[in-house]
């Protein structure tokens, strides 16, 4: 539906135009439609409409076992299938207490870098693809099925892995591995300056983008927004380097937290560029130190019902406990009853 308001007498030289964006496909998790007006190429207002589609994956997660949930958190960014995995086992460990094995955690470390980059690719791809230019997204699936190669080598699957699981990862690395995936990364790297030449360097590009979409550092903080988006608008927050998980404790020397202060579209691009350039290097980082890991264990064995410690009241002189909850014991790796 197209909408148009014209204005009367002496507004009626300019004509804003109020437009439908969406509702997307249902396959499209998360539909949206915006409602926009527009004042020739400039969005002078939008407004979110949502609730079109809701899987109830919350009250899903609450019927389940922690190691039946991870399948549907894959699902919530289907291009950063395998962080979504992460935060989910990496939740159930830390409420067990539970300690993940040193090849598991640098290997995590490092599918994680490689899942960012080929979530930014897409992006870094499809985005000039808006303003009219192709290019490109052509050279950024090129880019994507390098790494995604070894991404499905590994793990079985090109976007939906699967492979985290609570205590480590599903299985070992393939035999040689660490070496095509070294390759791959070199490759990825060779040819990133595509888009610091074919679209930074465009002044169309810079021209459609520079101050337009401005998020200011306060309106960030409002609404909760994170990651580059964020840096883009000046706000230096970082969890790895500011409250550092899996390796990246160890990686402070090649973490680069990538910021912005103009936080419009070029901004945001720009950080998300550096960022992949950054991940790149991470990956490298992880792979020499994971070919001088020892031989060793990649997950824990878990017992068949995995639950959380149950906080019971601490007994008085006439009370006892009567928990009965199977728990995991992260000091004799076995099952006890509390």
């Known amino acids: 539906m197209t909408e148009t308001t014209v204005g009367i007498g002496g507004a009626a030289e300019s004509t804003d135009m109020v437009l439908n964006i969406g509702p997307q496909h249902p396959s499209t998790h ?11 190429e400039r969005i002078q207002h939008a407004e979110p409409v949502i609730g079109y589609m809701h899987r109830g994956a919350e009250k899903l997660f ?27 086992v990496m939740a159930v460990e830390r409420m067990l207490g539970m300690e993940v094995p040193e090849r598991a955690v640098w290997t995590r470390t490092l599918l994680a870098e490689l899942n960012r980059v080929l979530n930014h690719l897409m992006f870094l791809g499809s ?30 699957g090109r976007m939906h892995y699967m492979f985290n699981r609570v205590g480590g990862l599903k299985e070992d690395l393939p035999a040689g591995w660490l070496g095509r995936a070294r390759d791959a990364v070199a490759s990825v790297r060779s040819r990133m300056d595509v888009y610091d030449k074919l679209v930074l360097g465009n002044e169309i590009f810079r021209g459609r983008t520079r101050g337009v979409g401005v998020l ?12 580059p988006i964020a840096r883009a608008s000046g706000v230096d927050f970082d969890l790895r380097r500011d409250e550092p998980y899996l390796a990246y404790g160890e990686l402070q020397d090649t973490l680069k937290v990538v910021t912005r202060t103009e936080g419009d579209c070029l901004a945001r691009f720009e950080c ?28 824990q064995r878990l017992p068949k019902v995995l639950k959380a410690p149950r906080a019971t009241p601490t007994p008085g002189p006439r009370t006892r406990s009567a928990s009965t909850a199977t728990t995991w014991c992260p000091r004799a790796r076995r099952r006890r009853t509390g």
């Open 127 to 156: 985005y000039p693809l808006e303003l009219g230019g192709i290019t490109p997204v052509f050279y950024a699936f090129r880019e994507r099925e390098e790494l995604q190669a070894v991404m499905e080598e590994v793990s079985g």
């Open 216 to 227: 200011s550092a306060a309106a960030v903080h409002a609404y909760g927004v994170s990651g």
């Open 62 to 88: 609450e019927a389940r076992d922690y190691r039946q949930i991870v399948m549907l958190a894959n699902r919530h960014d289907w291009l950063s299938a395998f962080s979504n995995e992460l935060g989910v």
């Open 272 to 299: 998300l560029l550096d960022q992949t350039h950054n991940a790149l290097d991470l990956a490298d980082a992880c792979l020499d130190r994971m070919a001088g890991l020892a031989p060793g264990p990649i997950n």
């Open 30 to 40: 998360g539909v949206l439609r915006l409602r926009i007006v527009l004042d020739g």
